[in-house]
């Protein structure tokens, strides 16, 4: 198997989850490179308040240099919200993801969310700002992916790709997440005739039950599955991103109170093997 396989942010933080009062892992930053390295991976993400601790503590200087010499090539750093709203609302954090990507080198992709809220009717409304971000990600070597979710603005795959085609700029894509794939209802056939392989700047593994549990924000946070230990069609969605042409790292994102509970060597390696027998 030759296909390289990332460690999402969450999937090497240990005891962290998104919309805690802290997202920050309680995991010292080299300890999880190395972690990360020996489970296989060759690449792993970073949150903004795991960049931020890093500037403030070791050094941007010394986690780059700690992931290539373990070879870690592929980086991802995230989440820039909001950025569709007035410059004061975002800006800061987006600089600090622009820094935190020129120090690694380029980062494969900062990620893009949105607010959990209704769906837009017409999600091309957001191509002005999106554009702005893939014009500025360009200029530092990087590029911008939006995550579309079930519980979004941005609720689907299909849509996302409406809002790719309409900004129309080279640095601005998606994230594929099956979860939300899933969890949206999004069939195979919708996202093979709505995505083409030059919007797809990631692609993530996961699975799940076959219903949520909580609300689907509860859901996505607490009760992910590893590929192959829910009723996910692991192998189909992969198949269907190598039919769309897709040639890039398979991202592994594992949110769940069992991969919290475990030490992350364990839940990397376990993430890992799950992954690598699907692919």
Known sequence: MTEAIVATCWTSAGDAAPMRASEASPV??????????????RGMGWVLEDLRAIKAGVGYAAVAEAMAAVGLSHVEVELVGEWWKPDEVWRGAWKE???ASDAFGGAAMIKAGTDQAPALEDPTVLAPAFRRLGIEAEAH????????LPFGMVASMPAGAELVRATDHPACGLVVDYWHIFRAGTSFSDVVNNLTPEMIFGVELNDA???PIGTLFEDTRDRRRYPGEGVQDMHGFVQCMRDLGYQGAWGVEILSEEHRSLS???GLRRAFRATEAIL
């Open 28 to 41: 010292d930053p080299l300890e999880r490179v190395r972690a990360v390295a020996e489970a296989g991976y």
């Open 97 to 99: 993801l622009l820094e």
């Open 141 to 148: 070597g990087t590029r911008v992916a939006l995550e579309p």
């Open 209 to 211: 039950d076959a219903e």
């Open 264 to 266: 992350v060597a364990e």
